[in-house]
């Protein structure tokens, strides 16, 4: 993100930008802190903390009209000097009229401004919410995620050699040595605890304390159902927290299809698709497709109706499932749940690419766990528990006139080698498959 922003600020005639994502992951703190080494003057109204700067915006959204209300509700605290000068709306969903102000200073141009929000666009957000009119063509919009895998080895002090020699081993396929290997499989199994949330890896990288971890995860697990109850629509909020609920049932089956009839006896469709899309709006989840045939377009041939929910931070997903299920990850036992912490381990590193999540399963049997563009192909990811058989990708692999596969990944609890058209990696280095 701090790559996107310095880009952001360096073109010419930039419109303002907004930052979105899940609550808790870090956007409130990488965009001040960009704002305190960039500008000689940061202006700053967090609209949760002090809902009176809401006010400013319920009349006039002429700049200078702006500016001075500003001024006279923050006194010395806001400075407006013409591109010197970063406005910050922080949960801007909290204002809708900020949002709506900021096609206007895009036209005025001398102040930057960057809006952060968690709610963005989620269904059922109340009518007192919405702007006049959003800013279509006066706003750049980007998401932004909890931290991935790399992040957390930099947060851990995994320096950039390593992380060029890891390529170069990816690159030529050749097995990393034993004693990096086992190191990096050894910080793997505790991104699957810890996971991405930057409160939580602070606290673990201070402190290396679980029990501190978990009960980080927890409260922001909680403050998730409380966003439900407080912004969905009424009709909404109980079917919203059934269906996040259900989302350890749902992938502790076999076959890890959603299901509505998991979320209470007898739903239907019709009744939770969109308390579902309010979730992954929020950035709480995110869905997989799966493909009527494992080609491309993967967008095109991905069936609307047939889809696996995952979390997009895994360490919030352990969170939600029983006590002691940590303890068993750090002693390398990833495989409970049916092998639904491997998926959303996967499915967290590929989500946090900025990746759209695909998979194939046919009634038959056959199912290839993610697929995936690479090199211009569709490339099916088995992901296993150990170095075992893939026997999905050998099918797929043996009948190129019917699947059109040429390649495939194998991800595993083992090192880097390969077998025929098959290329099998260790879990920790699918942050490696960038688009």
């Given at each position: 993100?701090?790559?996107?922003?310095?880009?952001?600020?360096?073109?010419?005639?930039?419109?303002?930008?907004?930052?979105?994502?899940?609550?808790?992951?870090?956007?409130?703190?990488?965009?001040?802190?960009?704002?305190?080494?960039?500008?000689?003057?940061?202006?700053?109204?967090?609209?949760?903390?002090?809902?009176?700067?809401?006010?400013?915006?319920?009349?006039?959204?002429?700049?200078?009209?702006?500016?001075?209300?500003?001024?006279?509700?923050?006194?010395?605290?806001?400075?407006?000097?013409?591109?010197?000068?970063?406005?910050?709306?922080?949960?801007?969903?909290?204002?809708?009229?900020?949002?709506?102000?900021?096609?206007?200073?895009?036209?005025?141009?001398?102040?930057?401004?960057?809006?952060?929000?968690?709610?963005?666009?989620?269904?059922?957000?109340?009518?007192?919410?919405?702007?006049?009119?959003?800013?279509?063509?006066?706003?750049?919009?980007?998401?932004?995620?909890?931290?991935?895998?790399?992040?957390?080895?930099?947060?851990?002090?995994?320096?950039?050699?390593?992380?060029?020699?890891?390529?170069?081993?990816?690159?030529?396929?050749?097995?990393?040595?034993?004693?990096?290997?086992?190191?990096?499989?050894?910080?793997?199994?505790?991104?699957?605890?810890?996971?991405?949330?930057?409160?939580?890896?602070?606290?673990?990288?201070?402190?290396?304390?679980?029990?501190?971890?978990?009960?980080?995860?927890?409260r922001i697990i909680r403050s998730y159902k409380d966003d439900m109850v407080k912004y969905a629509g009424d009709e909404d909020k109980v079917k919203i927290k059934e269906c996040f609920e259900s989302i350890p049932r749902q992938l502790s089956k076999e076959n890890k299809k959603f299901q509505y009839s998991i979320v209470r006896k007898n739903a239907r469709a019709s009744e939770y698709i969109s308390c579902l899309q309010w979730i992954?709006?929020?950035?709480?989840?995110?869905?997989?497709?799966?493909?009527?045939?494992?080609?491309?377009?993967?967008?095109?041939?991905?069936?609307?109706?047939?889809?696996?929910?995952?979390?997009?931070?895994?360490?919030?997903?352990?969170?939600?499932?029983?006590?002691?299920?940590?303890?068993?990850?750090?002693?390398?036992?990833?495989?409970?749940y049916k092998g639904a912490i491997y998926e959303n381990l996967i499915a967290d590193f590929l989500g946090k690419m900025g990746r759209r999540l695909y998979y194939y399963h046919k009634d038959s049997g056959l199912e290839l766990n993610f697929i995936i563009r690479r090199n211009g192909s569709a490339v099916p990811i088995e992901v296993k528990a150990t170095n075992g058989n893939a026997k999905s990708l050998r099918t797929v692999l043996?009948?190129?006139?019917?699947?059109?596969?040429?390649?495939?990944?194998?991800?595993?609890?083992?090192?880097?080698?390969?077998?025929?058209?098959?290329?099998?990696?260790?879990?920790?280095?699918?942050?490696?498959?960038?688009?």
């Open positions: 993100m701090e790559t996107t922003l310095a880009q952001w600020k360096a073109e010419k005639k930039h419109t303002p930008l907004i930052i979105k994502g899940c609550r808790q992951c870090g956007k409130s703190f990488i965009v001040e802190k960009f704002g305190r080494e960039n500008y000689e003057h940061v202006v700053l109204l967090d609209f949760v903390k002090d809902s009176s700067y809401s006010a400013i915006f319920e009349g006039s959204l002429d700049v200078d009209h702006l500016t001075m209300l500003m001024s006279a509700n923050m006194g010395t605290r806001a400075s407006f000097v013409p591109d010197k000068t970063l406005i910050i709306f922080d949960e801007i969903q909290e204002c809708p009229n900020a949002r709506t102000a900021l096609k206007y200073f895009a036209l005025d141009g001398r102040y930057d401004v960057i809006g952060t929000g968690s709610l963005l666009g989620v269904h059922g957000y109340g009518k007192k919410n919405l702007p006049r009119s959003v800013p279509i063509g006066y706003e750049q919009i980007e998401e932004m995620y909890p931290l991935d895998f790399e992040e957390f080895l930099w947060a851990n002090g995994i320096d950039e050699n390593t992380f060029r020699y890891l390529n170069e081993c990816f690159q030529a396929e050749t097995p990393v040595p034993n004693a990096l290997h086992e190191r990096l499989r050894e910080l793997l199994l505790q991104y699957v605890v810890v996971g991405g949330m930057p409160e939580a890896v602070e606290a673990f990288v201070e402190t290396k304390q679980l029990n501190t971890v978990l009960a980080i995860q927890r992954e709006d929020a950035g709480i989840i995110r869905r997989c497709y799966n493909l009527s045939i494992p080609e491309l377009p993967l967008d095109g041939n991905a069936e609307s109706d047939k889809f696996k929910v995952y979390m997009a931070d895994t360490g919030l997903f352990v969170s939600m499932l029983e006590d002691g299920t940590q303890w068993d990850i750090l002693q390398g036992n990833l495989y409970t043996n009948h190129p006139e019917k699947y059109h596969v040429k390649e495939a990944l194998k991800i595993i609890d083992g090192n880097i080698g390969r077998d025929g058209k098959v290329l099998s990696i260790p879990h920790y280095l699918t942050f490696l498959l960038q688009i």
